[in-house]
């Protein structure tokens, strides 16, 4: 999770996405995407970096058990460049959710169940 973290915050997709087994799958609940692969996930991290430049993810809390972690977080950033089809609001967010996962035998996460606040993140753009 450490890893994680340092790599979003350093807006470093190929690590980001490393730290994922090759066939992870990523359960976005509130949109209910589903992001399939390291290969996606790196992509799906560009964007994200590419479309909040200055992004930034703090843990707010962290469970371990077994092989499952649950961790709590907000992210932050400023929405400069398109993303998600959605063209620069030029607003700030700070967002707060949840994520699930389950690691392999070899430590990758292997599934992650996310749970963000949508309506905020919405909200925050001006989009609803």
Known sequence: ???LYAACNAHDADTVSGVYAVDAVLLDIVS???TNGRDTI???SRNQFCGFPDFSVMRVA???DDNVAAHRWVMRGTNTGSYD???ATRKPIEVSGATFSE???LGF???STI???VPAYLRQLGLA
Do not use: E, P, S
Request: aromatic letters at 8%.
């Open 62 to 64: 962290l469970l371990i």
């Open 85 to 87: 089809g959605i063209a």
């Open 32 to 34: 209910g995407m589903i």
């Open 109 to 111: 996460i292997a599934t």
């Open 1 to 3: 999770m450490d890893r």
């Open 103 to 105: 690691y392999d035998d």
């Open 115 to 117: 749970y963000v606040d």
């Open 42 to 44: 790196r992509q799906t």
